[in-house]
């Protein structure tokens, strides 16, 4: 089959000539274009398919070792992309090019029809995938962020608590000789058991607080 562009509005389909100097029937050529699409949209659907399969799983992950995929998401992100702009194309190809000799009562432009609604169905479809996927990473990140929060609030809390014992020993371990507290016969063990009331009373709060 040849094409042509005429005038710049769109492509006209002529019969095309084989090796011998014969041309084929529009019927032919007809049929031919509409395996060819046919194939073409059976082939996205397997590819879409596959697309929300995988899409599946990662959905499943979410809330496991969703970490160690977010590498497939955004390969399946990538992919659902091209797939998505080749549907585009195809739905574009479908509407704008006729059968050779096709008049708009011809089977071609009922198969049109039914391939031009095909395509946008999986293009519909495709795109879901693609959001769907991009919703993931947006929840990825949003529970990295909240899982960095709770670490950080852990940090703090315990780091408030070890500060309690290490003030009170740095300022009885300094080398001033009138600090009265370290004459007194029970110095060491009052400040042994401020250290422990101080910290245990800190690990209640933060506990209560759910930073523990």
Same mark, same amino acid.
């Given at each position: 089959? *040849?094409?042509?562009?005429?005038?710049?509005?769109?492509?006209?389909?002529?019969?095309?000539?084989?090796?011998? =100097?014969?041309?084929?029937?529009?019927?032919?050529?007809?049929?031919?274009?509409?395996?060819? /699409?046919?194939?073409?949209?059976?082939?996205?659907?397997?590819?879409?398919?596959?697309?929300?399969?995988?899409?599946?799983?990662?959905?499943?992950?979410?809330?496991?070792?969703?970490?160690?995929?977010?590498?497939?998401?955004?390969?399946?992100?990538?992919?659902?992309?091209?797939?998505? &702009?080749?549907?585009?194309?195809?739905?574009?190809?479908?509407?704008?090019?006729?059968?050779?000799?096709?008049?708009?009562?011809?089977?071609? &432009?009922?198969?049109?029809?039914?391939?031009?609604?095909?395509?946008?169905?999986?293009?519909?479809? *495709?795109? =879901?995938?693609?959001?769907?996927?991009?919703?993931?990473?947006?929840?990825?990140?949003?529970? *990295?962020?909240?899982?960095?929060?709770?670490?950080?609030?852990?940090?703090?809390?315990?780091?408030?608590?070890?500060?309690?014992?290490?003030?009170?020993?740095?300022?009885?371990?300094?080398?001033?000789?009138?600090? !009265?507290?370290?004459?007194?016969?029970?110095?060491? !063990?009052?400040?042994?058991?401020?250290? *422990?009331?101080?910290?245990?009373?800190?690990?209640? /709060?933060?506990?209560?607080?759910?930073?523990?």
């Amino acid at each position: 089959m *040849v094409f042509e562009d005429v005038d710049g509005i769109g492509t006209a389909w002529h019969p095309a000539e084989d090796n011998s =100097g014969r041309y084929f029937a529009a019927d032919e050529a007809e049929l031919t274009l509409t395996l060819i /699409v046919e194939a073409a949209i059976d082939s996205y659907d397997s590819a879409a398919l596959s697309l929300e399969d995988g899409t599946a799983d990662c959905e499943s992950s979410i809330f496991g070792e969703f970490e160690k995929d977010i590498e497939s998401v955004y390969r399946l992100g990538s992919d659902a992309s091209k797939v998505r &702009s080749s549907l585009a194309s195809l739905c574009r190809f479908i509407d704008r090019i006729p059968a050779p000799g096709a008049s708009k009562n011809s089977d071609w &432009s009922a198969d049109a029809a039914a391939f031009a609604e095909d395509a946008d169905d999986l293009l519909s479809r *495709v795109s =879901g995938i693609h959001a769907r996927l991009t919703q993931l990473v947006t929840v990825y990140l949003a529970l *990295v962020a909240q899982k960095q929060n709770e670490d950080m609030k852990r940090i703090s809390g315990w780091a408030a608590i070890l500060f309690t014992p290490s003030l009170v020993g740095a300022i009885y371990g300094m080398n001033f000789e009138s600090i !009265p507290e370290l004459t007194w016969d029970f110095g060491y !063990p009052l400040s042994i058991l401020a250290m *422990v009331i101080i910290s245990a009373g800190l690990y209640a /709060v933060f506990r209560r607080q759910r930073w523990l």
